[in-house]
């Protein structure tokens, strides 16, 4: 099936360090998602975005609806250890119910 | 306001046989989706039911079915099982027109 292409795969970072990372698209979505999972756990939704060109912030995180509608970035500000996880981004249009799921980024945070 | 509920959350079955799994949307959320996670493939959508019927289904062979209820409340059934379909079988629940999909914590199937 297909999967959207994030990057990167794996992060390993020291706490208080910001995190960036990316989803592209080889096709148009009008919705985004942001979803944090953690191991055992169903996804949890942290951002959505509904517009191209939209920033939106939640607390320390931060997603924007590229311009093109065929991606995405979401952005961690003085990582704390609960970030760690996997982080998914989602794509979905309206009319149509299926999220297509990106790859998954793995946030680690070192000691 | 509780969240999406499954039920059960681990199974363990052999080849061969089939299960059902359950969901519980939100209150008040009458469109559920499912979708399957496994390592090698991730997160891809099985099918989507609105008001007991189904609305959308992914590219899943036909042992895959589901149905939903009255009350919103869904299950799936895999048939004949593969070691292939040990997963994490996560629901979703969404309010009608609202683009947001609420996750339940899944139902990790193993199949020996």
């Known amino acids: 099936g297909q999967q959207l292409n994030q990057s990167p795969q794996s992060m390993f970072i020291q706490e208080g360090e910001d995190v960036s990372m990316n989803c592209t698209s080889s096709s148009i979505f009008n919705t985004w998602l942001w979803y944090k999972q953690d191991p055992g756990e169903g996804p949890v939704l942290l951002i959505a975005l509904y517009k191209a060109g939209e920033l939106t912030s939640n607390g320390r995180l931060t997603a924007q609806f590229g311009i093109t509608r065929k991606d995405s970035f979401l952005n961690i500000s003085a990582s704390i250890p609960s970030d760690v996880g996997i982080y998914f981004c989602?794509?979905?249009?309206?009319?149509?119910?299926?999220?297509?799921f990106g790859t998954g980024t793995r946030l680690t945070i070192i000691p | 306001k509780a969240g999406v509920t499954q039920t059960p959350r681990y199974l363990i079955k052999t080849r061969g046989q089939q299960v059902t799994l359950s969901c519980s949307p939100i209150s008040g959320h009458r469109s559920v989706s499912w979708y399957q996670q496994t390592p090698g493939q991730g997160l891809q959508f099985l099918f989507e039911y609105f008001s007991e019927t189904q609305r959308n289904k992914g590219n899943f062979p036909g042992r895959f079915s589901g149905r939903q209820f009255s009350n919103s409340r869904s299950e799936m059934n895999v048939s004949t099982l593969e070691l292939g379909d040990s997963a994490l079988y996560l629901c979703a629940s969404r309010l009608e027109g609202g683009e947001t999909q609420y996750f339940g914590p899944g139902t990790r199937l193993l199949v020996l």
């Open positions: 989602a794509g979905s249009n309206f009319g149509n119910e299926k999220l297509t």
